[in-house]
T-cell receptor, first 112, second 115 residues
């Protein structure tokens, strides 16, 4: 069954605006991660937030985690054309650390 | 900077043929993974591998699939008899020691086309 589900599926915004993507999951987790994928390329790790953390920042990225709602959000501030990519959340399954499941992803398009 | 490398970058094969996809994980990593992504769709977990054995596998990873770490560096995915629906990008990933090191490092993928 699908562990992580992102929304929206696709998002187009103007350069300079903020982009927010959401992820919901089903089971208890140890941590949640966000990855980025440029078209046809491998996934690149962006940020990891542990289940006992509520918010984390890295540069223009801000991630929140609400374990009571089983949801997370990724905020990219002051978007740039180079941020155009697909973004995936990934969760482990608490009792099964070696199974890291990805959501369907959000395709983000930054308009110049 | 250490990276995960995958070969071949693209393989075209006939249905029913065996395919081996190769990966060289980052050298001091202990956990290894295969994922696949059908064009434009979600990234699907296939299998994880630790301490020379499979630790988790998905429903996709049936008897047609196998993984091996034949030496200290390579990690291979074998598909014994390919089907049309096996056409996808296959990504290898590795992770460092310790359960707190969650970050996966991905290769650039091997595109498999089954005709």
């Amino acid at each position: 069954s699908q562990q992580g589900e992102e929304d929206p599926q696709a998002l187009s915004i103007q350069e300079g605006e903020n982009a927010t993507m959401n992820c919901s999951y089903k089971t208890s987790i140890n941590n949640l991660q966000w990855y980025r994928q440029n078209s046809g390329r491998g996934l690149v790790h962006l940020i990891l937030i542990r289940s006992n953390e509520r918010e984390k920042h890295s540069g223009r990225l801000r991630v929140t985690l609400d374990t009571s709602k089983k949801s997370s959000s990724l905020l990219i501030t002051a978007s740039r054309a180079a941020d155009t990519a697909s973004y995936f959340c990934a969760t482990d399954v608490r009792a099964r650390d070696d199974k890291i499941i990805f959501g369907k992803g959000t395709r983000l398009h930054i308009l110049p | 900077e250490p990276e995960v490398t995958q070969t071949p970058s693209h393989q075209v094969t006939q249905m029913g043929q065996e395919v081996i996809l190769r990966c060289v994980p980052i050298s001091n990593h202990l956990y290894f993974y295969w994922y696949r992504q059908i064009l434009g769709q979600k990234v699907e977990f296939l299998v994880s591998f630790y301490n020379n054995e499979i630790s988790e596998k998905s429903e996709i990873f049936d008897d047609q699939f196998s993984v091996e770490r034949p030496d200290g560096s390579n990690f291979t995915l074998k598909i014994r008899s390919t089907k049309l629906e096996d056409s996808a990008m296959y990504f290898c990933a590795s992770r460092g020691r310790g359960r707190d090191t969650g970050e996966l490092f991905f290769g650039e993928g091997s595109r498999l086309t089954v005709l």
